[in-house]
């Protein structure tokens, strides 16, 4: 089984997005992180989606590039302009070493297995120079129990889940995680931040983290 394939969902999502979407809204979080950045800094927008961050963010002065696995998105982000794309995997960045002064992963690298997961963060780190920051979140272990009790599921592998759930990416494989695991998978970093809290649902617990590239 393929382990990295919610793109195919969100591809789809994003042939349709209403012009009222959430997800063409910056997070407030996102927001804060930028205003602590250096003006002109180069920020790689890891899984871009429609863009609602690179396109703001190139709005606000920074150098921009956005990169996702589903094509329709980045022609959302295209038809807007002023932001370089390219459609690519998430852990297999087709850049050089130490390319970008910060990068920015809201939603998207907890979508693939345990393995899938650490090719990414450490393609993230390859592609940071030293001292450049990761914002990003994953999905908290406490969130598990609220899609048991919503979906049948199984797990394909440690800590990575696929739910029974038609219509919904919850049917490709997401990674929950507890503190612990978080911390071990980002090694070679230096944690800044790290937050479990609900986004706009009961239950929808997602770790929100910065990390300093060491």
């Given amino acids: 089984m393929k382990s990295d394939t919610a793109d195919q969902h969100w591809n ?35 899984g871009a989606g429609v863009g ?7 709005s606000q002065g920074f150098d921009m590039i956005a990169l996702d696995a589903a094509p329709d998105g980045l022609a959302e982000i295209e038809k807007a302009g002023g932001v370089e794309t390219v459609l690519a995997r998430m852990d297999a960045l087709p850049f050089k070493d130490h390319a970008f002064d910060h990068v920015l992963s809201w939603n998207v690298i907890y979508h693939g ?10 393609e ?20 598990l129990p609220h899609e048991q009790a919503k979906y049948a599921g199984r797990e394909i592998s440690r800590n990575a889940w696929v739910f029974d759930a038609p219509g919904t990416d919850k049917m490709h494989p997401h990674y929950f995680c507890a503190a612990a695991d978080l911390l071990a998978l980002f090694s070679g970093f230096e944690c800044l931040k790290l937050d479990d809290r609900e986004h ?14 060491l």
């Fill in 113 to 122: 297995d345990e393995d899938i997961l650490l090719r990414t963060i450490a």
């Fill in 52 to 58: 609602r961050h690179a396109l703001w963010l190139a």
């Fill in 200 to 213: 706009e649902k009961p239950g929808s617990f997602h770790w929100h983290l910065t990390m300093e590239r």
């Fill in 12 to 46: 789809d999502q994003w042939k349709s997005i209403e012009e009222d979407s959430k997800w063409l809204t910056p997070e407030k979080d996102v927001q804060e992180w930028a205003a602590g950045l250096a003006q002109g800094a180069r920020i790689l927008d890891l």
């Fill in 124 to 143: 993230i780190r390859r592609v940071l120079k030293p001292g450049g920051s990761f914002m990003g979140t994953m999905l908290s272990k406490r969130r």
